[in-house]
Nanobody, 127 residues
Framework: QEQLVESGGGSVQAGGSLRLSCAAS????????MGWFRQAPGKEREFVSA????????DYADSVKGRFTISRDNAKKLVYLEMNNLKPEDTAVYYC????????????????????WGQGTQVTVSS
C-alpha cells in the first residue's frame, strides 16, 4: 500500500524558514514523479512545486520561485520542500503528491496528474 507522510510543518514569523519532508512507503519511489500542493483557508488547492523521478526536471509556482526549493533522496524515499523568506500568504496545508511513472511537463501543475496524496501538514506564517 503506497503511503505518503508529510512532516516539518509549524508556525513561523514572516521571513522565517521551514523544511517540509515527505516520506514514501510502498511502490518504487525512484520511478515516481513527486510534488507539493497547498490549500489556504477558503481557497482552492494550488500547485507549489514538482520534481521528476531523477531530479532533472523541476517546476515552481511563480509565487514561490526563488524562495522554495524542492529536492529528493531516492535512497531514503524522501522528498523535501525547503521554504525560505516565508510570507503570511504561504499559510496553508501543504500536501505531498506522487505519480507513478512520468508526468508530462504540461500536466505537472494539475492535481489529476498525481496518484497518491499525503494527509497534509499545516504551515502558519504570522506577520
Amino acid at each position: 500500500q503506497e503511503q505518503l507522510v508529510e512532516s516539518g510543518g509549524g508556525s513561523v514569523q514572516a521571513g522565517g524558514s521551514l523544511r517540509l519532508s515527505c516520506a514514501a512507503s510502498g511502490g518504487t519511489f525512484a520511478t515516481w514523479d513527486m510534488g507539493w500542493f497547498r490549500q489556504a483557508p477558503g481557497k482552492e488547492r494550488e500547485f507549489v512545486s514538482a520534481i521528476n523521478f531523477n531530479g532533472d526536471y523541476i517546476d515552481y509556482a511563480d509565487s514561490v520561485k526563488g524562495r522554495f526549493t524542492i529536492s529528493r533522496d531516492n535512497a531514503k524515499k524522501l522528498v523535501y520542500l525547503e521554504m525560505n523568506n516565508l510570507k503570511p500568504e504561504d499559510t496553508a496545508v501543504y500536501y505531498c503528491v506522487a505519480a507513478e511513472g512520468s508526468v508530462n511537463s504540461m500536466l505537472v501543475r494539475r492535481e489529476y496528474a498525481y496518484d497518491y496524496w499525503g494527509q497534509g501538514t499545516q504551515v502558519t506564517v504570522s506577520s
